[in-house]
């Protein structure tokens, strides 16, 4: 079994449009067989959404010399936050041969309560969203490659994303206080938002510390209006490993 705790805050624009979230997540792993592993789980969360209408600026305050933001707005914006709870599931398959592949599939649904999402007071809910990821690894002596898929969609719009990483491991796996731990390795990625963008990605991983850049670059008709810039993404993670030996190997399916 698993759990989780996450805590996520984001604040954007003029008006100070924010989010904070508080979620809890819990699963259960199981193997069928040496090879083949399920798992199920599932998440609730609170999330808060608020916003201050004093900073933003509206069509009826303009006059002939700027915006006047002491004018009233004549707009009714008497509710500047709210709260609801999110709730959803998912379930993940992956089969393994050791030293040589890994392949996964995995399928989740947000949203499934629905919940009211509105600063108005009318009914606008979320849309429940369903995703697919699909994905293997393959072991070409120090060589590593990563194919994934990924499909969402949400009432009318849907995305796809799919590429691969390729990755050099430079050091073999080694052993500290006899336990096995992975050597260095160097990522090469290309990824593919359908229609949209692409995202060429580089990393290195060492000891237990893996970091990687990615840069989503816009391909689409909106590159107008971006100029084709993207946006920059880093990320840190830290490899941990069990420090206790067991009787038998145990091949961990990759989430």
């Not at 008006?15 to 699963?27: D, F, P, Q, T, V």
């Not at 890994?102 to 399928?107: C, S, V, Y």
């Not at 898929?149 to 796996?173: C, F, M, P």
Request: proline letters at 2%.
């Amino acid at each position: 079994m698993g759990a989780g705790l996450n805590l996520l805050y984001d604040a954007a624009g003029d008006g100070r449009l924010s989010m904070l979230e508080i979620r809890g997540n819990a699963a259960v792993h199981t193997a069928f067989t040496p090879n083949l592993y399920v798992s199920a789980g599932a998440s609730a969360a609170f999330r808060q959404r608020s916003i201050d209408f004093s900073r933003l600026y509206f069509g009826s305050q303009w006059t002939d010399e700027g915006f006047d933001l002491s004018a009233v707005s004549q707009e009714d914006l008497t509710q500047q936050s709210f709260g609801y709870i999110d709730i959803a599931a998912g379930a993940h398959l992956s089969y393994q041969v050791p030293q040589i592949c890994n392949i996964f599939l995995g399928t989740s649904i947000l949203h499934l309560n629905r919940p009211t999402e509105t600063f108005l007071g009318n009914d606008n809910r979320l849309g429940t969203r369903f995703a697919l990821q699909a994905g293997a690894s393959f072991a070409l002596r120090r060589l590593l490659i990563e194919p994934a898929a990924y499909y969402t969609t949400q009432k009318h719009a849907s995305e796809w994303v799919l590429g691969t990483n390729i990755v050099w491991r430079t050091q073999g796996d080694y052993k500290r206080n006899g336990i096995r731990e992975s050597g260095s390795k160097i990522y090469a990625g290309l990824w593919y938002r359908w229609g949209d963008a692409i995202s060429p990605l580089v990393g290195m991983e060492w000891k237990n510390y893996r970091l990687l850049v990615s840069y989503d670059v816009n391909i689409s008709a909106l590159q107008t209006a971006s100029r084709s810039r993207g946006g920059l993404e880093l990320s840190l993670v830290h490899v941990g490993v069990f420090k206790k030996r067991f009787r038998n190997d145990i091949y961990c399916p990759r989430f």
